[in-house]
């Protein structure tokens, strides 16, 4: 009865704020320019990729919230990997706030032998995906921030379309299906 009557003294609403964020979302959008950032790391920490510098032309950039997550693994990657207008698409890069170890090892099992051209990159910090404002808190899930589930379609360094997943994780509007056509 104690318990009944200090919990009837807490008050019945909090502030509005406290309930939900109201403010828009501010992820990667067309016309944007691919962050010009030396921390993406391929096969290893010395090997620094930058996409602004090395993605020429046209591409795509895929980003996942983890290496070796089952809907990154069994159908998001694998639907790139086997799509058939891949080859059209220019260059094709992965992108997961995983160590590049971690990727190294993803994309060996994923395509091993590597005939589909897509190189993977980690993200150890995340620096990227922040810079796209595509991070997002999944402390519960994966024990950090990581990257929203996404793909952009890049020309000549800037984003012709941006496919960014509205749950963060989700399977749909970032699918190779959808955006390679």
């Known amino acids: 009865m104690f318990a009944a009557r200090r919990l009837t003294s807490v008050p019945r609403t909090l502030p509005r704020r406290a309930l939900f964020h109201n403010t828009a979302p501010a992820f990667v959008q067309k016309g944007d320019s691919i962050p010009d950032l030396d921390v993406l790391v391929e096969d290893s920490p010395g090997n620094k990729v930058n996409l602004a510098k090395e993605l020429k032309g046209k591409g795509v950039i895929v980003g996942v919230p983890a290496a070796f997550s089952p809907a990154c693994s069994a159908s998001h990657v694998p639907g790139y990997i086997n799509h058939p207008k891949l080859k059209g698409a220019g260059q094709v890069f992965v992108v997961a706030v995983n160590d590049p170890f971690v990727t190294k090892a993803w994309g060996a099992s994923l395509d091993p032998s590597g005939k589909s051209g897509i190189r993977f990159l ?55 299906e959808k955006v390679l056509g």
């Open 122 to 176: 980690g993200d150890p910090a995340g620096k990227f995906s922040e810079a796209l404002d595509v991070i997002f808190d999944s402390t519960s899930l994966f024990g950090n921030k990581r990257s929203k589930r996404y793909a952009l379609v890049v020309e000549n360094g800037k984003v012709k379309e941006a496919f960014v997943e509205p749950d963060n994780t989700g399977l749909n509007v970032s699918a190779a």
